[in-house]
């Protein structure tokens, strides 16, 4: 093998997860490849991402992980002078019932003992923070102020400036055909243009981890989701945060949307029943369901005229926590993977971590993130957030 065909570490995928463990690896001094099936960076799920970041979840793992995403997106700017559309807006998920008043009060005590900013708070300051939501039975809710948002689009494509300026390799239109093990030890891969040889090999493959996974011996149960999003048309801006509804609907979970920096309202809702495949078309259900939902929440919402919707793919597992392990039979293989439709918010927290490990300098909380991502899990909870 030249010694131009000789990397540490490889990266399968160049989405939210592929990108941001490049700028960590690269910054390591580490010898970093990134392959990618398609022409450029963030083609896959990440444009179809809406762009919420938030620390906001119930599991340790999770918060900690998205902690260290929030220090990322909120300094990226001041830092490496890339406008990525951050928005220092929180999130807040509104409380119409006794039972979800009961469950997000319960949910507190983790994420508070945790080092989340979050708080319970009154209807009186859930109007102030989105005027216009609807009073009838509004109980209060919780507020975490530093969450936020970001482009999508505008960060990954920053990620990669960022990743080629310390060195990392991008190579696109290169997908990843083999997988070369030796003795349980991962030599390389193969592509369509050759073969190239590294230490370690990252599946950061998305939607695809599971079909790529396969090609490495090693099953992962990944298996997307479609959902749905949109955006309306620009308008002055009149509310900061994310909003949240966990209540069900009809043929939904729950929904949520926030105002961007450019002043559209972006949304996503999560079916109910899921709906399972790769088939990204957009469906004449979504609008209706949506928007009925939102229009109730926020009657002032109504004159606004949606601009485009899109699909979307989550790849779930069954426990709804991501797979980010190091798996013992094959040594060099690292899986990351399984976002279920948080690889935005969770990747440039994960990249440190994941960095950290293969670099031989883990911390004690780098250690406590991985901890509850393993392969090896029984998968029988759930993510009480999602």
């Keep these: 093998m030249s010694e131009k065909n000789d990397y540490d570490v490889i990266i399968i ?12 690896l690269a910054g390591r001094k580490l010898k970093t490849l990134v392959l990618e099936a398609a022409a450029s960076p963030g083609q896959g799920q990440n444009k179809c991402a809406i762009g919420g970041v938030r620390a906001t979840h119930s599991d340790a793992s999770k918060i900690k992980a998205c902690l260290k995403s929030l220090e990322i997106f909120s300094t990226w700017k001041s830092r490496h002078g890339d406008d990525i559309g951050w928005i220092k807006g929180g999130y807040i998920f509104p409380v119409y019932n006794e039972r979800d008043e009961a469950v997000l009060k319960e949910l507190l005590k983790v994420q508070r003992g945790l080092g989340l900013n979050i708080d319970w708070i009154g209807p009186e300051k859930v109007h102030s923070l989105v005027p216009g939501i609807a009073g009838k039975d509004l ?25 080629v300026a310390l060195g990392a390799q991008f190579n696109f239109n290169e997908p990843v055909k083999e997988i070369l093990v030796e003795n349980g030890v991962v030599k390389g891969v193969v592509t369509p243009r050759g073969r190239y040889s590294s230490k370690w090999v990252v599946n950061a493959a998305g939607a695809q981890a599971a079909a790529v996974s396969e090609l490495a011996g090693i099953k992962v149960p990944v298996n997307p989701d479609r959902h749905e999003a949109g955006i309306t048309e620009p308008v002055e801006r009149f509310f900061e945060p994310m909003v949240v509804d966990i209540r069900p609907g009809d043929r939904s979970k729950n929904y949520y949307f926030y105002q961007n920096s450019e002043g559209q309202l972006v949304f996503c809702l999560t079916p109910q029943p899921p709906i399972w495949g790769a088939d990204r078309r957009s469906t004449s259900e979504f609008l209706p369901e949506v928007s009925r939902r939102m229009i109730s929440l926020m009657p002032c919402l109504s004159n606004l005229k949606v601009r485009r ?9 069954p426990d709804g926590f991501p797979v980010v392990d190091f798996p013992e039979r094959l040594k060099g293989y690292v899986l990351e993977v399984g976002m279920c439709g948080q690889g935005f918010m969770l990747g440039p927290g994960l990249g440190e971590t994941v960095a950290a490990y293969i670099a031989g300098s883990p911390s004690a909380e780098d250690r406590e993130i991985l901890s509850g991502f393993r392969l090896e899990r029984s998968f029988s909870g759930q993510e009480a957030l999602k």
Excluded at 141 to 161: H, K, Q, Y
Excluded at 309 to 317: D, E, V
């Design 13 to 24: 995928g160049s989405g939210s997860i592929g990108t941001t463990l490049a700028v960590s």
């Design 309 to 317: 919707t899109w699909r979307g793919l989550y790849p779930m597992t």
């Design 139 to 163: 109980r209060g809710g919780t507020w975490s102020p530093d969450d936020g948002s970001a482009s999508p689009l505008l960060s990954v494509n920053a990620f990669f400036r960022r990743a």
